[in-house]
Structures are given as C-alpha cells and as structure tokens.
C-alpha cells in the first residue's frame, strides 16, 4: 500500500532548528504537489507548507512561517524535506505530509514538533 512516512521531529527550545522529511514508499508523487500539514493541540489541521514534485518548485509557505521553514525536494529519494528553524513555541503541533489535493493517500501518523521556551 503506498504511504507517506514522516519523521525528524523532536523537543526543541525556541529558536532552535529541526529538519523534517517525507518520504514515500515508491513513486507516489508523480509530479503532484506536495504539502506539509501542522496540527496544534485542538486544533485544525493547516496547511503550512507546498512544493511542486516536477518541474519549477514554486514553494509556498503560511504567511506564519515565512522567513523561518523552507520546503524542499529530493525527488530521486522520493523524499520532502521542511526545514524549521526560529522556531516558536507557537509551532508546536503534530506534522504531516500529503499530496495536493490530499486523496488517494491515507494520513500517516505524522511527527511531532514541540517547541519550549
């Protein structure tokens, strides 16, 4: 069954830095876009991060994490990476990845970011 695994994620004090990545069992993104999801504690899922898996990049970040996360792409790895780093306190929460639009793919169990200050 074809899944996205995502892993990287730790305790970190604020400013601090952590790299996540998504890696995909086989070729899953064929030239889809692919998004990193954070979920704080009771609350929704957002989309925080995207990347085009062919082509130019186009990257797109949350106005929140602008200047602080950078998305990018090992395709020959089959693997997405978000760098975070300045991170806050506010960027605590459950990490996922997924395609754009999310179906097809089953959510996997993230990877969880907490930051302390």
């Known amino acids: 069954q074809a899944q996205l695994v995502e892993s990287g994620g730790g305790l970190v004090q604020a400013g601090g830095s952590l790299r996540l990545s998504c890696t995909a069992s086989?070729?899953?993104?064929?030239?889809?876009?692919v998004g990193w999801w954070r979920q704080a504690p009771g609350k929704q899922r957002q989309l925080v991060a995207s990347?085009?898996?062919?082509?130019?990049?186009?990257?797109y970040y949350r106005d929140s994490v602008k200047g602080r996360f950078t998305i990018s792409r090992e395709i020959a790895k089959n693997t997405i990476y978000l760098q975070l780093s300045d991170l806050k306190p506010e960027d605590t929460g459950v990490y996922f990845c997924?395609?754009?639009?999310?179906?097809?793919?089953?959510w996997g169990q993230g990877t969880q970011v907490t930051v302390y200050s």
């Open positions: 997924n395609l754009i639009p999310t179906i097809g793919i089953s």
């Open positions: 990347i085009q898996t062919s082509g130019r990049p186009l990257p």
């Open positions: 086989g070729k899953i993104f064929d030239g889809k876009p």
